[in-house]
């Protein structure tokens, strides 16, 4: 009778698909927080992915009655009784991300096309060239990386100013052309509309060394352009990416002191102030009360404030990148089956 009337299945959809949702998204963020950490100590980065969600719930119930009379009255007896079930069997697949392929995507570089449809797309051009471009027309960024650590070019930090300011008025914007079966990617700085962006767009050109004259310029993987009208853009892979960024966590000074690890990396100043971290990680002995995401690694908790918008957005950035790093093999999506009886 109770099965009858209605079906216990389209009720646990939404609420399926929310929690779901929510513990798969979290646990990809403390994956991710996890081996930046794990990296910054020098140990190596593993990525588990969630192929496949199954479950089964089950309702069952039963109600007896019975009774038996005899002669003897005092011999009578009545049976009354219910009984029910509830069962749910959550079925999770874990699968390793490894193998060549994933390894050799990992350390692959960005597209530079990759990095003008991030900027297209209204990302802050500098966040984009401070976290996936490592040179550009031969102005480097900073790298955090112990093996190759260095400070950014001094023009670096003035030449994304400029860029973001000139975005920030649409003077900024991408063109692809099709060369017989290549497709070559051009990146466009306007300024005429604007005397103040045309300024800047002029010294953009000079600090880059590109034609004055030109707005329409070839962007190329590399370190150097073959002209004026070409823009060489040294990319970073996601391995990069997350080394450069993990040298800017907060580790216990007694970890530094036993020499567990090295030093938190710190960017030499520049004119106009202090170079700070793009994200900031912190650590703690004891579990934080207000985390975005937290992770327990060495007898130490590391984690990112909740009240930091800016940490949270570039953690969030950066899980995005990831989804643009081949990972292995093809396979079906996450899949939420549940099966009801």
């Not at 860029?163 to 099709?178: E, V, Y």
């Not at 975005?292 to 995005?320: G, H, Q």
């Amino acid at each position: 009778m109770l099965t009858g009337c209605s079906g216990i299945g389209p009720a646990t959809v939404s609420r399926d698909r929310f929690d779901y949702t929510g513990a798969i998204s979290d646990s990809w963020k403390h994956q991710m927080l996890f081996n930046m950490v794990k990296m910054r100590y020098g140990d190596a980065p593993v990525f588990l992915d969630v192929s496949s969600v199954i479950s089964q719930y089950q309702i069952s119930g039963q109600i007896n009655l019975g009774a038996t009379f005899n002669t003897d009255p005092w011999n009578a007896s009545q049976i009354l009784g219910t009984s029910g079930n509830y069962v749910d069997r959550p079925t999770i697949t874990y699968t390793p991300i490894t193998g060549d392929k994933f390894a050799r995507s990992l350390m692959a570089p960005i597209p530079p096309p990759a990095i003008l449809s991030l900027i297209q797309t209204g990302y802050p051009v500098g966040l984009v060239f401070r976290l996936l471009v490592q040179e550009i027309n031969g102005i480097q960024n900073r790298f955090g990386g112990e093996a190759r650590a260095r400070s950014a070019s001094v023009e670096f930090y003035s030449l994304i100013e400029k860029l973001r300011r000139i975005q920030s008025a649409g003077g900024i914007g991408m063109r692809f052309k099709k060369r017989e079966k290549e497709e070559t990617t051009f990146m466009v700085i306007r300024g005429k509309r604007d005397p103040t962006i045309e300024a800047l767009s002029v010294e953009v050109r000079n600090i880059l060394g590109l034609d004055p004259h030109a707005n329409e310029f070839n962007v190329v993987y590399g370190t150097i352009p073959k002209d004026d009208k070409e823009i060489a853009m040294l990319t970073r892979s996601f391995l990069e990416v997350i080394i450069d960024l993990s040298a800017d966590i907060e580790v216990p000074a007694a970890h530094v002191e036993e020499k567990r690890v090295n030093p938190t990396h710190v960017e030499e100043p520049v004119e106009g102030g202090k170079i700070m971290p793009l994200i900031r990680i912190q650590s703690s002995s004891a579990k934080p009360a207000d985390a975005f995401v937290s992770v327990p690694y060495r007898n130490s908790y590391f984690w990112i404030d909740d009240r930091d918008v800016m940490s949270k957005k570039i953690f969030s950035f950066l899980m995005f990148v990831f989804t643009l790093v081949e990972t292995g093999e093809k396979g079906t999506a996450p899949i939420v089956t549940v099966p009801t009886n």
